[in-house]
């Protein structure tokens, strides 16, 4: 059974820095396609970045390209995504979500099939 825990959500200043996990259990994070994502208040959901599996290809939005790193920790089961320079409309709930095998994960697209975790809350004030 796939379960997927996320951490790491808190209220910040514009210009600073927090890092994001998901643990992840019922299988290894290397096996599928991990990725985060967020959703503002009134907006949808939105990709921010994914890593593929096997060699672990990133990819972000542009909206976060150079700011936002995703990285994965095989020994720990995890995914993390280290955020810094934080904007104010990089706030909202951001979601873990493992991909179910054979969906695509070349880009930052919501995928089509998924495990999602519960999110956690970041807000960014100017």
């Known amino acids: 059974q796939v379960q997927l825990v996320e951490s790491g959500g808190d209220s910040v200043q514009a210009g600073g820095s927090l890092r994001l996990s998901c643990v992840a259990s019922?299988?290894?994070?290397?096996?599928?396609?991990m990725g985060w994502f967020r959703q503002a208040p009134g907006k949808g959901r939105e990709g921010v970045a994914v890593i593929a599996t096997g060699a672990g290809r990133t990819y972000y939005a542009d909206s976060v390209k150079g700011r936002f790193t995703i990285s994965r920790d095989l020994a720990k089961n995890t995914v993390s995504l280290q955020m810094n320079s934080l904007k104010p409309e990089d706030t909202g709930m951001y979601y873990c979500a493992a991909y179910r095998w054979g969906v695509p994960c070349d880009t930052v697209d919501v995928p089509a099939s998924g495990y999602w975790g519960q999110g956690t809350q970041v807000t960014v004030s100017s």
């Open positions: 019922g299988y290894g994070v290397s096996s599928k396609c």
